[in-house]
C-alpha cells in the first residue's frame, strides 16, 4: 500500500508542476485532489489502529467517551495539518498557522474530560 501513496504522491506532484506556470488554480486542484486520494490510501490502516484502542481500552477500562475524544483528537490533528499545509501550499502561510493554532486549541478544548478524569485518578490513590 505504501508503494501506491508514494506513487500517486510523486504524480501528484509531478503533474501539478506541469501546471505551476500556466494553471496555477489547476495546481491546486490537483494537488488537493492527490492528497485527498493519499488520504483514502491511509482510512485503511485505521481498523488496526481501532482495534487496538478497543483492546487498550478493555485493558484499562476507559470510558467509551474518552475513547471518541480520543478519536475527535486524530480526526482534528490530521484535518488541521492538512489544511494548513494547503494554505502554506498556496503562500498564505499566516492563515496557515492560524488553522494549526485553532486546531491545537480545539484539541486542548477536547482533552479537558479526559486530563480532569486523570487528575482525579491520581488524586484516588
Known sequence: ?????????????????????????????????????????????????????????????MEESHYLILIKIVGITYLSEFASDICRDTGHSSVGSFVELAGKLSIMALSMPIILALLDMIRLF
Open 1 to 61: 500500500r505504501m508503494l501506491q501513496i508514494a506513487v500517486v504522491g510523486v504524480a501528484t506532484v509531478l503533474l501539478a508542476l506541469q501546471f505551476r506556470e500556466r494553471k496555477a488554480d489547476f495546481e491546486l486542484i490537483i494537488c488537493i485532489c492527490g492528497s485527498l486520494l493519499i488520504m483514502g490510501f491511509s482510512l485503511n490502516k485505521l481498523n488496526g489502529i481501532v482495534r487496538s484502542v478497543n483492546q487498550i481500552q478493555s485493558y484499562i477500562g
